[in-house]
Every structure is written in structure tokens, then in C-alpha cells.
């Protein structure tokens, strides 16, 4: 994995948390916890490939 990516993954993990726990609005929440597993899953992917 591109170190560089990770970091930018990390970076918008930790993001996409600090937004999470930020928020009132469920509409939102949805919406950042789908953000939030999708990033997940594209990190769990790059790894499993490395």
C-alpha cells in the first residue's frame, strides 16, 4: 500500500469520526457512518491486497 494513502485514509477515518460524534442530526449520522464502513472497507481491501 502507498504510504501516502494511508496517511489520506487515516486522515479522513479519523475525519469522518470527529464529525460522527459532533453530530445531532440523525439524517447525517446515516450518512457519515456509511462514509465512515465504506472508507473502512476500501482500507481493509488495500491491505488484504499487500
Do not use: C, W, Y
Not at 469522518?16 to 445531532?24: D, M, N, P, T, Y
Amino acid at each position: 500500500m502507498n504510504p501516502e494513502f494511508g496517511l489520506a485514509m487515516d486522515r479522513e477515518i479519523t475525519s469522518l469520526l470527529s464529525a460522527i460524534e459532533q453530530e445531532r442530526i440523525p439524517d447525517r449520522l446515516t450518512k457519515l457512518a456509511m462514509e465512515l464502513q465504506n472508507a473502512l472497507v476500501e482500507r481493509r481491501k488495500r491491505h488484504v491486497k499487500n
